[in-house]
């Protein structure tokens, strides 16, 4: 099932979400959903509170789904370990056509759960960073809006809503 993406302005977006903690067959489905619905919005990255499920969970596939080995699960996740600094163009599924440079952490390493509850640990450099950067944040109610500088960030609240008045947001 394809779930409609929540765009900036809807509350789910800015708290934060509640940890998974039934590893069951709904939990399997709603990790398959999600997968489905960033493919057909053509991300790399998804966080529940997108689909409007205030869940710590989010999965990631930097290929688009090119190669079936590099789709991530992550459930409960934390950054256990930052270093470095990356300043790269993000986008975001819940902010349309907006893209910005924001500064992030080069190189971290995260601890989560998989779709069975088991516990990994995995190092990310890069995009694969930046990815874990900012589904991480999504589930901690934090949208890269707010991790722009003040300048850019009232620039594109300003063209937001815009776009909201004239119904295209
Ligand atoms: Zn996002």
Request: aromatic letters at 8%; charged letters at 30%.
């Amino acid at each position: 099932m394809i779930y409609p993406i929540v765009k900036f302005g809807d509350p789910v977006l800015d708290k934060p979400s509640a940890p998974v903690t039934a590893f069951d067959d709904d939990l399997r489905k709603l990790v398959d959903d999600m997968f489905e619905s960033m493919y057909a919005a053509h991300g790399v990255g998804l966080a529940a509170p997108q689909i409007g499920i205030a869940k710590r969970l989010a999965v990631i596939d930097t290929t688009l789904g090119e190669q079936e080995a590099e789709k991530l699960v992550l459930i409960n996740p934390e950054i256990i370990l930052s270093e470095g600094r990356q300043y790269e163009e993000e986008g975001c599924l819940s902010f349309p056509e907006i893209r910005e440079k924001i500064v992030r952490a080069a190189k971290v390493r995260i601890r989560a759960q998989d779709a069975n509850g088991k516990w990994f640990e995995m190092d990310g450099e890069e995009l694969l960073a930046r990815a874990f950067q900012h589904e991480i944040d999504h589930l901690d109610g934090v949208v890269f809006l707010f991790r722009m500088s003040a300048l850019k960030r009232s620039l594109n609240l300003r063209k937001i809503r815009k776009m909201q008045n004239e119904g295209t947001w």
